[in-house]
């Protein structure tokens, strides 16, 4: 069984501070990790995904994201947001090779100018 | 690369009448393809696994007879919303996932844009 939970489902940070969106995990085999954006009436765009490479895992778009496992936590960074980076954020589980993912509920992050 | 289409992105019908929602991987072959419900401000809800020259795995508490999805070729997978109701109403998410081998893609799943349906 596996399960994620996006601890906040809003975020609202002004435009040139860091951005945290937090996700935690749980799963009963070595997970991937995926973080996807959203944007208002759109897809989802694959921003980075940890599948037992490296720990600290950097995406596109200045985003980055690091596995604990001790933590079971997979939170996404990014040292200064912008005003383009307002959108949906979806963290995402998969037990690996054709499993069927599972998604968190979401994190809207509100940039202010 | 890993582009995935959908068509059409929007689309507006009355009240019984079937729809129509491809969903096409454009550079790469995907023998499993997703589809996906979402509902205002929440999360997307898997609705079926569509299996390329197989049948569609439906999840729990969705009409198979209502959501017709075939999986004809490698690179292409349709919804059919028969007999729509306003319910029926929401924007439908496909995702396709890389069967070709490339390493590190194969557990991904990359998304369509959506389908908005709205049903009068």
């Known amino acids: 069984a596996q399960s994620v939970t996006q601890l906040d489902s809003h975020v609202s940070v002004s435009e040139g501070t860091p951005v945290l969106l937090r996700c935690n995990y749980s799963?009963?085999?070595?997970?991937?990790l995926f973080w996807y954006v959203q944007h208002p009436n759109k897809g989802l765009q694959l921003l980075l995904k940890?599948?037992?490479?490296?720990?600290l895992v950097k995406g596109i778009n200045g985003f980055e994201a690091e596995f604990k496992k001790s933590e079971t936590s997979f939170h996404l960074t990014k040292p200064s947001a912008h005003m383009s980076d307002a959108a949906e954020y979806f963290c995402v589980v998969s037990q690996g090779g054709y499993q069927k993912v599972t998604f968190g509920t979401g994190t809207k992050l509100q940039v202010i100018p | 690369g890993a582009v995935v289409s959908q068509h059409p992105s929007r689309v507006i019908c009355k009240s019984g009448t079937s729809v129509k929602i491809e969903c096409r991987s454009l550079d790469f072959q995907a023998t499993t393809m997703f589809w996906y419900r979402q509902f205002p401000k929440q999360s997307l809800m898997l609705m079926a696994t569509s299996n390329e020259g197989s049948k569609a795995t439906y999840e729990q508490g969705v009409e198979k007879d209502k959501f017709l999805i075939n999986h004809a070729s490698l690179t292409l997978s349709t919804l059919t919303v028969t007999s729509a109701h306003p319910e029926d109403s929401s924007f439908y998410i496909c995702s396709a996932r890389d069967s070709g081998g490339l390493a590190g893609r194969t557990d991904t799943q990359y998304f369509g844009p959506g389908t908005r349906l709205t049903v009068l």
């Open positions: 940890y599948t037992s490479a490296a720990t």
């Open positions: 799963s009963s085999y070595s997970p991937s």
